[in-house]
């Protein structure tokens, strides 16, 4: 079998009026994807996708990785992955040239699935678990005129739904995220899970002041409390508060976790399969993980083919350690408006309260709307 073309789309959407959201970094008015498709010579396609600036990753594909495996074997995944990291070494170790290669790995493996007729997660080495727990990534900066109150309501919203933990975004000056953490905690209760995300905001010394402030309410995990190139900040954080520190959806390939998880950087490491290198990668980044004692929870964001293939990865992620009553891993689920994660996928996924079964089916699982993929492609 042989590689024949290589596509790529460019998906992009406007949110408007109270879809509108912020995190610490930005407010989000579109929502973009980069979607990668490799199609074989017998007619056999798989899809993939990028996490990071869409154009970007798109003109690393369609420019530097697409003329290296048009004609190459597609079930060669692991020398096609070397190949084109190697290729680009001296130039692109982080961010978008690791994005982009993710995301043609990910196509790589769909591929490899239906033309063996096995799920990705079977490839991987089979399931640890048939669904999955998943925790609602939603509490975010709106434009409205009371942030304690939207959130406390949206948090009571997500307890209707069945989420025994959700997320809150922090970020947004300490006086006013511990006012947010606080009242988010008394909308839920003291029963559910809640984390805080930072996305990075706060250099160290703040974000312990956070951490002290909000320790009463009972916090599941504090992420990305610094930014991810202060790894010793990352440390004193961690030594300094009682909260389990997450992180790692800015980290890639396993020469970038080495240094995370090696210095123990993090209680809870999240690698972005969208971005940190593909399947290849991410199970290479769990072994680093599990040499370190690290539990790994995968960060999702992005489109269906992104959730897809988060949830085969997630299938086969063994519990860290495994036991008879284990603590099982907590999977992401973005809540905020994204017509690509709702829409793209021609059957939606099994959801009851918040277990989501695991996609069942050749490579993804996934047939996409190929009339969504067309309409909302941008040259
Ligand atoms: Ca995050």
């Known amino acids: 079998m042989k590689i024949q073309d290589v596509k790529t789309y460019l998906l992009r959407t406007e949110l408007t009026g109270e879809q509108i959201f912020a995190y610490s970094q930005a407010w989000y008015k579109t929502r973009t994807v980069m979607l990668v498709e490799v199609i074989s010579d017998e007619g056999i396609s798989g899809f993939g996708e990028a996490y990071g600036p869409a154009a970007g990753n798109r003109a690393i594909v369609e420019e530097l990785y697409k003329p290296l495996l048009l004609g190459r074997d597609p079930l060669d995944t692991q020398v096609l992955w070397e190949e084109l990291y190697n290729a680009f070494r001296d130039y692109g170790r982080k961010g978008m040239p690791v994005a982009a290669l993710s995301a043609v790995d990910i196509a790589l493996w769909d591929l490899k699935g239906k033309a063996l007729g096995l799920p990705i997660y079977k490839l991987l080495g089979g399931p640890f678990r048939k669904e999955v ?24 919203g997500y307890v209707a739904e069945g989420f025994r933990a959700m997320k809150v975004k922090v970020g947004f000056g300490i006086e006013e995220d511990v006012r947010n953490v606080k009242a988010v905690r008394e909308a839920i209760g003291p029963e559910r899970r809640l984390m805080v995300d930072a996305n990075h905001a706060y250099d ?16 599941y995990w504090f992420e990305e409390p610094v930014v991810p190139e202060d790894l010793d900040g990352y440390l004193q954080v961690k030594q300094a508060l009682k909260i389990p520190i997450a992180g790692g ?84 689920l973005d809540r905020t408006p994204n017509p690509f994660r709702e829409r793209l996928a021609t059957t939606p996924l099994v959801r009851k309260g918040d277990m989501i079964e695991i996609p069942q089916g050749p490579g993804l699982g996934l047939a996409l709307n190929r009339d969504l993929l067309k309409a909302s492609a941008v040259s």
Not at 256 to 265: P, V, W
Not at 279 to 284: D, Y
């Open 204 to 219: 160290a010394r703040e974000a312990i002041r956070l951490g002290r402030l909000i320790e009463p309410f009972d916090i």
């Open 133 to 156: 727990q998943a925790y609602a990534t939603g509490l975010y900066r709106r434009q409205v005129p009371d942030q304690a109150k939207a959130l406390a309501e949206e948090a009571q």
């Open 249 to 332: 959806e800015a980290e890639y390939t396993r020469y970038g976790f080495r240094e995370l998880l090696s210095k123990r950087a993090v209680d809870i490491v999240q690698p972005d399969l969208c971005a940190c290198g593909g399947f290849s990668e991410a199970m290479k980044i769990w072994t680093l993980a599990s040499t370190w004692g690290v539990t790994y929870y995968p960060h999702v964001w992005g489109s269906a083919v992104g959730l897809y293939a988060s949830l085969h990865l997630a299938a086969a992620l063994p519990p860290n350690p495994l036991a008879l009553f284990p603590t099982e891993l907590l999977f992401e």
